[in-house]
């Protein structure tokens, strides 16, 4: 006789979100999820979106959602999924990005060196895994892919887990790109379990490949767009110039009492308690502020940086698929050094190039397996279709040029 | 022959928005409307309604594309707009939203006491004009309402106007509220002027209707939701709280070197050059950043709210039609006071009373034209629709009564 | 373990349709079903809303839809639904509308005077039963409202079912009449049962009272259009003329060779089996075929009807709400009689008037019931929402006139 | 000063349709424009899609609107289109398809052998043009290609014309085929015109990599979808088989009374003014109401197919890569034959084998050119995009394979 609580959150991209077990309760009313309130999914895409400043709270929601119509899918399939996995696959999703900092991918190895978001969330898991009386043990082994069901875990992060169809329909619907439109309900529709693995049956096949399309077409035209590179750069460059001045002395100048102090200025990249704990009170808000704050420092390159960021008068972007020119950059910044009376050394930050990898996508050896009628398995690569074959083998690499105008 | 620099925009409410005229590329570059991308439309209600980050720059350019459509079809009718007025109409629709400060109405008269935004909005335009070389002179006489077609401002401010139709429809789709749909793309073809005053045609009565009737829903269902209001008034308290504190000469402790430092501290009601740039510079970062830093500071009662706002742990409220008894709330302090060792005149901070009444919307003496077929024009008053008059007359007040659980 | 077959089904309205049931297979599959493809949801609002062509079928699709739907929520809810139940609540909302004929409510009481659809569905049924061994007993007992949980009867046929739910969401989509978007998904989350008696809880009233304008406004804006009134009027007008020409010897000229000769000519009120055989063969098509064959009839009235609606050269229709004068009238039909040559008689085919009154929706005595969260139940009309009452007051008659131009 | 009258029509897909020009109101008016309300635009894709059931009468109107927005959007490009120019593309569009017989392309070539529906639309566009006094001679000259500005042809018919814009956008929209979805307004944002040829901004690259994508899944997953493959083939067959009685002198049981007796008996592939005036009375409806007719004939093989379809009691379909093996083919109908007690050669209309190639697309050697920044032209083909390469070289024939079960 279910009297628990419930409660239904209106999604504007599913309609309607329900909450109704104890411990999802405790896991979204957790001040670390409540964190990622304030932390944008698209770091600083809304430069040319404006309707992108969704959150990765919100996120996270949409992939809880997808959770739970994919568990029930496959529960009316026959798949034996008990109640505590039930549960702990969906509090293990609502938590799989819990470890993202401030801008997400846009400064990801920049504020904290050498750490991964996974293991973030890893860690905040265990921190809140004390708080809740090891009630997410079993949420903790699916997330890790130490549980003896490996589909659960790949429904978290595999090439076609929940966090993915969220992402790409969310940050389509924000966005307002039609092109990254994908048809998540059939999908979902179409997975299916066999030998624990999570497969998709043939029937779902045209939708595989319009989630590979509309993944790599989000990829160029909205995460990789080089206006919103060119915003993310700076924000970089920003954090970089940062440290330098740190690293100057000049630390009076540049603390703004907030944790994101501690990673400018002490951190090392080794996790420490004292880290960890400042990392949960860290967050894009951090970051904002401090950009006000620099935006008025004495140090002109940093101050130049800040400013224009602030008012979106953007550093101009170039994405191109050979590697830019060394020489032509080197003219670049003589111009600026001359122009703002600054170094040649200074003007690095002010133009600069780089890789435009998709740190987004996770795309590595993971594949799609395609379920049969017959019964057979065959991986997606093996699948008789032009376009996913092209999709798979599209290169993810491109060079991009940012130079103050 | 219109070789201009032209712009398009994704909107995930209207598709695309077109720029296309060198004062709008202006007036949209111009820091003080980029200020924007930091303010909230809704304030705080994605504590409720997670989606509902969208913020005032989106809100604008909404408003602006719909004024767009507003000018080309009553153009397509026979009535007079001059390019000058065209672009003017546009420009002051952009800017009407300008001199909106952190948090929009939920600290309006808060942070500047006495200050209403819309006179904020005149002031930002007239700065911004300077910078124009005065380009702004045509749209700030429709936006004061000095102009001699009076339509043109009522497309900007009034009954039905360009705001109110972006944001019912905007909020509604972000927040996922279908009771707010309203059909804005039949309201603007139904638009008519006669004798220089904005109406709309007899056959969009039943559009008029859905509008009244969604805005009242949304105020109720969303603008007003007890959560969304306990959540905006601990931020009324918050700021109370730290004005407080300031004036026991805690300064020390408070100044998060921000510009809200100044309207904490300093600011008398009188808008000088000074606060002017000030308020410039200020938004809801400001305001967000000195919550986190004032969370762990000594006062309890300042700690206590700002940290239960973060969190999402907010006051409980309760939303009634009679006025709260004063006995019931003091019995509660007494009780807060007690549990947290404070005073009861501190205790007043967590749990307080007041009238729940739409600032959000102007429900002024201003009218709803309606133009009959044969020519005449009745005000929507006067028009057979029970429907209508139960709206119009619907009370706006109701009494809410928020504490510490 | 399910490894029954199992179908999904795109539906623009919903997303996916699931059919996993061996019993719904059946009822879908049987031709009695499949009949309902070929008549229209909304008769000829197609001549105003050029999307409404909609079928009878994808509407029971629908309100099957959301009957799984609402059967899971209660279910999840704790109400005891067996999956005896389950299955016949299901194939009893699929056949609600099976005794439909053709053009539903535009030619109800027209084609087989005296008798109500929902007689025949119940006709149909059981004769569908038979060819089904029975397996619909429950089913029938529930749509008749012979079964103990009425409940399950008020999901079928109450204020707040979803046959309604669907008819207007669906009608509102295929038309883009966004006046009729009601908030579906949020009331079926709010549903509730106490003493085996359907209702809302207390949080659902914005969107019952939502629910209740649209109702309204899809009334009068869609329903009742005059010039849907106008064409389907003409259809009324249309199946009399044939009567009256068939009472008049001239069956040779008017036979089409279809089931619908017979309730043209033979048919007495008395649904033998003969008379339900031949209903069954009867849908749209047949009429629309004799329309197109009438076309050519040397009876000047019948193919200017006729010809008149193929071309959509429709009757003017006036909608007032005032009865119309006689006098009015029949000089009216004098004019016309004199134009075309024919008796002021025949002119009362081609100028007539009548009440225009709501036969879509049954607007009896049955009511909505609120669920308060302290456990009380009260009757919709009790609830403090002026809005809502004003609603039910509403009077649902007006007045037509229509007369070739 | 425009006092014309000016009429809006609610549209699902894009809201609202305005239609403001005397020559508009005329083509619409006109019954061979209204006869397109009874011909579907996907045939029988409704066995599988319900929703598919829009007309040709609607695309038409939508593929009109799009046009409006095209000769808008180049107008504002500084692109010279005269008014005259500006309605007779306008009506050229909304009369493109007026040429299509009952069920379009289903049964194109087979009710008409010899007989392109381009053709008829030129035929029937010359009749009409004589009812209006040759107001449509500029119309005309734009659709037959013989206007000295291509690009207004091209608008019509090209390979990305506002003709499959429209109805990939539709077809997608009520099928509810999200695969579908094409980004129609962002390219028609991004057409332009040089030389007076017709081409898309490379800034469109994206949108038109999706359009072929989306094109090429509507293709394989939705228009020839197996088993919308078996309904369209059978009424193929249908018409084969009752043309063979008609052959073998059964006329007295086959004629219905309706111009497609004219088509099934005397029809010899000339197109003369009595069959002109016949096909523009004849629709879908005749052709439903034959098969509804002939259910019932004595002829098994005819009466089985008519009753089959009726009841969606399907054949069999395969559809394959490689052709069908004949004695594979032989076998089936052996068995059919001895199970039905019917001829071998009877057996052939019950057990059949073809190519499903795609007659929905004109997969002609127009291409689409792409105007890039600097000025220069290329053709689609040579733009660097693997997956647009893909795409266009996909093999467009597969094989098909029914029978009854």
């Known amino acids: 006789m279910p009297s628990t609580k419930r409660k239904i959150i209106n999604d504007p991209v599913y309609g309607f979100i ?15 999820y409540q964190r990622l309130r304030r932390i944008h999914q698209m770091a600083l895409a809304q430069l040319v979106y404006p309707g992108a400043v969704h ?66 969330s890893l860690r905040i898991m265990e921190a809140m895994n004390e708080d809740l009386n090891n009630q997410l043990d079993l949420a903790i082994q699916i997330f890790t892919g130490n549980y003896h069901k490996p589909f659960l875990h790949q429904l978290i992060s595999g090439q076609l887990d929940v966090d993915r169809m969220d992402y790409l329909t969310r ?53 990789l767009h080089k206006t919103v590179l060119a915003g993310e750069k700076m924000l970089v460059k920003i954090i970089e110039r940062v440290r330098y001045l740190y690293s100057r002395g000049e630390a009076a100048s540049l603390i703004i009492k907030s944790p994101v102090d501690h990673f400018l200025n002490h951190f090392t990249g080794e996790m420490t308690e004292c880290s960890l704990e400042e990392f949960c009170r860290l967050d894009d ?52 050094a001359s122009r703002l009376n600054i170094s040649e050394e200074d003007a690095t930050f002010l133009a600069f190039t780089g890789e435009a990898v998709n740190t987004t996508y996770k795309l590595g050896d993971e594949r799609i397996k395609i379920l049969f009628k017959d019964g057979s398995v065959k991986d997606i690569s093996q699948v008789n279709s032009p376009l996913i074959h092209q999709t798979l083998s599209t290169p993810v690499k491109k060079f991009y040029f940012c130079a103050l105008a």
Chains 1, 2, 3, 4 share one sequence.
């Open 18 to 32: 329900t909450i109704n077990h104890p411990l999802i309760f405790q896991v979204v009313g957790h001040p670390f």
């Open 55 to 120: 959150t990765r709270l919100h996120h996270s929601l949409g992939a809880y959602h997808l959770m739970c119509q994919a568990v029930l899918e496959l529960k009316n399939k026959g798949i034996e999924i008990t109640p505590e996995e039930d549960v702990a696959v969906k509090a293990a999703i609502l938590l799989h990005d819990v470890g993202h900092g401030p801008f997400s991918h846009a400064l990801e190895h920049v504020l904290l060196p050498g750490v991964h978001h996974e293991q973030m």
């Open 171 to 223: 940050d389509s619907f924000f966005t307002g790109v039609s092109e990254g439109v994908i048809g998540y309900d059939r999908i979902l529709k179409m997975l299916a379990v066999q030998d624990d693995e999570l497969m998709v049956e043939e029937k779902g096949i045209y939708s595989v490949e319009k989630f590979l399309i509309a993944r790599r077409q989000m990829y160029w035209q909205v995460y």
């Open 285 to 336: 808000e951090d970051v904002l502020f401090g950009i006000k704050y620099w935006s008025r420092h004495s140090d002109k390159v940093l101050s130049t940086l800040c400013t224009a960021l602030l008012n979106r008068n953007l550093l101009k972007c170039k994405v191109q698929e050979e590697p830019v020119d060394e020489n032509f950059i080197a003219g670049i910044r003589k111009d600026i």
